[in-house]
């Protein structure tokens, strides 16, 4: 089955700078590659999504790469907020669906002042 | 939308209980999947549902879990009898034609 990873597993930033997350996959067939964002006490949630069909894509502050050759995909969130501190997962879909993912083990984000 | 609704939020109780959690699906969603996360394995696929049907139950750990989904706006997830290392955070989520997926705030279970 699909096998994600993800690194790195904590990342400390200065509100401003750029943060990047990257993660690396298994399954050559996996066609779909989200992130998504957890906050304390709450359910993830999407912020970003790629299909393999495109190699970047953006939405204000976040960016998503792919490269399928590598087989490894990457997010990107530039000027950093303190709301930005939470714990960010990737994840593929291993079959070509965007049903069952894989989720990579997660990054947590800390944003200072 | 409310969003997907799960309930309790919280749940104890003791070895050898039985535990129903339970979830409500966004409106005119078609799938429905059940997590369970820990600090050791992460964010894990348990089953999923299109359709009311069992799709892929290969997660499901072991038969002491059971799921079901007698309508397009309910679905269970049970343990029986439970054990100390159930305890997690399981949350249901829920998505139109494989699009988007939508997660609940969590079941926090602790078995004690």
């Known amino acids: 089955g699909e096998n994600v990873e993800q690194h790195p597993s904590t990342l400390s930033v200065q509100e401003g700078d750029s943060a990047v997350i990257k993660c690396t996959y298994s399954?050559?067939?996996?066609?779909?590659f989200p992130w998504y964002k957890q906050e304390l006490g709450k359910g993830p949630q999407l912020i970003i999504d790629?299909?393999?069909?495109?190699g970047e894509k953006k939405d204000q502050r976040i960016a998503v790469t792919l490269n399928k050759t590598a087989k490894h995909f990457s997010l990107h969130i530039t000027e950093t907020q303190p709301e930005d501190s939470a714990v960010y997962f990737c994840?593929?879909?291993?079959?070509?669906?965007?049903?069952?993912?894989?989720f990579g083990t997660g990054t947590r984000l800390q944003v200072t002042l | 939308d409310a969003g997907v609704i799960q309930s309790p939020r919280h749940e104890v109780t003791e070895m050898g209980q039985e535990v129903t959690l339970r979830c409500k699906p966004i409106?005119?969603?078609?799938?429905l999947f059940w997590y369970r996360q820990t600090m050791m394995r992460g964010l894990e696929l348990l089953i999923y549902?299109?359709?009311?049907?069992?799709?892929?139950d290969s997660g499901m750990p072991e038969d002491r879990f059971s799921a079901k989904m007698p309508n397009a706006s309910f679905s269970t997830l049970k343990i029986q009898p439970s054990e100390p290392r159930d305890s997690a955070v399981y949350f249901c989520?829920?998505?139109?034609?494989?699009?988007?997926?939508?997660f609940g705030p969590g079941t926090r279970l602790t078995v004690l």
């Open positions: 989520a829920s998505t139109l034609a494989q699009g988007e997926q939508f």
């Open positions: 399954d050559s067939a996996s066609n779909y």
């Open positions: 790629i299909r393999s069909n495109v």
């Open positions: 994840a593929a879909s291993g079959t070509g669906t965007a049903s069952k993912l894989t």
């Open positions: 409106s005119g969603h078609d799938y």
């Open positions: 549902f299109n359709n009311n049907v069992p799709i892929d």
